[in-house]
């Protein structure tokens, strides 16, 4: 459930700093007094391309209301890249206003964004744990080639890029045990391999 | 089935290993592997990808179509593991052995066309 809630600038006299005691976890600033009786709760706004990101909970007399996450200004085209990270923010907020992280999180929510948003190489679609708990494994999409066996059958190589930010990553192949290839087929392996290469190094294709 | 027999002697200038097959009479003929070193991703696994044409001719002298075979051959696994990690010189070095023989395979098919 989303609300399109706009919240004024954090130097509006109307912000407060958050009531340690009262506040949910992801607070950074919220404001007393929007409604008689209420006060909402606002997280650290996040951008990505225009569009805003927040976690909020209005809260009422009678006791802590639903916490949602706000999109703002989504009425724009975003790049495959900039709807990936404003995918992994979505999810990161989720995540914030379900209570899974809060307790190992840094001490304030723009430490959190910070620590969590990541900064995905443009290949990166998906995100998993490394080897060791403070790495992040980034795995690219996977481009496949059909094959072609001798006796008929059909199979496909795959290849996608995985590795860690800041490194060259590797390359993968899967699917490649013993695989007859035209070779058309074979070429376009070839094709995928060098194209999946300059990927790697941040080339154009 | 009976242990395929070496022929003797292979007009194709790209054939380094052929037999002929007793049961069948299929003429097999394959080039020299090409053997490209990967290494699994964070462990010391260690695998070989290997590119090499084939083709199987008929008794009768009509030639089959030539293919591209690519095996990731390894290691630990003592088979055939589904996928391997390369690093990105290690796969550039394995399209440049995919696209040779693809470009000698193709040659045999345009020959035989």
């Not at chain 1, 290469?197 to 154009?204: H, M, Q, S, W």
């Amino acid at each position: 459930m989303y609300c399109t809630i706009t919240v004024p600038p954090a130097a509006d006299a109307a912000i407060s700093q958050p009531a340690a005691i009262t506040c949910p976890p992801f607070c950074s600033q919220h404001l007393e007094g929007v409604e008689p009786g209420r006060a909402l709760h606002v997280s650290a706004l996040a951008e990505v391309a225009g569009v805003v990101v927040s976690a909020e909970r209005f809260d009422t007399e009678k006791g802590a209301g639903d916490q949602v996450v706000s999109i703002q200004s989504l009425d724009q085209r975003v790049t495959a890249t900039e709807a990936r990270r404003l995918a992994a923010l979505l999810n990161l907020f989720a995540k914030v206003t379900e209570g899974e992280s809060g307790s190992s999180l840094p001490a304030t929510t723009q430490q959190r964004l910070a620590a969590l948003v990541p900064d995905c190489t443009p290949w990166c679609i998906v995100e998993l744990p490394g080897d060791t708990e403070d790495q992040t494994l980034h795995v690219g999409n996977d481009k496949h080639v059909h094959t072609n066996s001798f006796d008929g059958e059909r199979g496909d190589v795959a290849v996608s890029l995985e590795g860690y930010i800041g490194q060259v990553p590797n390359v993968r192949v899967q699917g490649a045990g013993d695989t007859p290839m035209t070779p058309g087929d074979a070429l376009a392996l070839a094709q995928l391999l060098v194209a999946a290469a300059r990927e790697a190094y941040g080339l154009p294709r | 089935m009976t242990a395929p027999v070496l022929a003797t002697a292979c007009a194709e200038p790209w054939c380094d290993n052929h037999h002929v097959d007793p049961d069948d009479g299929l003429v097999m003929h394959a080039s020299s592997d090409v053997a490209v070193p990967m290494t699994a991703g964070g462990s010391a696994e260690q695998y070989v990808a290997v590119v090499v044409v084939e083709r199987n001719d008929e008794p009768d002298g009509d030639t089959g179509s030539a293919k591209v075979r690519l095996e990731v051959a390894g290691g630990m696994f003592g088979g055939l593991p589904k996928g391997g990690l390369m690093t990105v010189e290690q796969a550039l070095a394995l399209s440049r052995a995919i696209e040779q023989a693809a470009r000698t395979a193709r040659f045999v098919s345009a020959v035989k066309a």
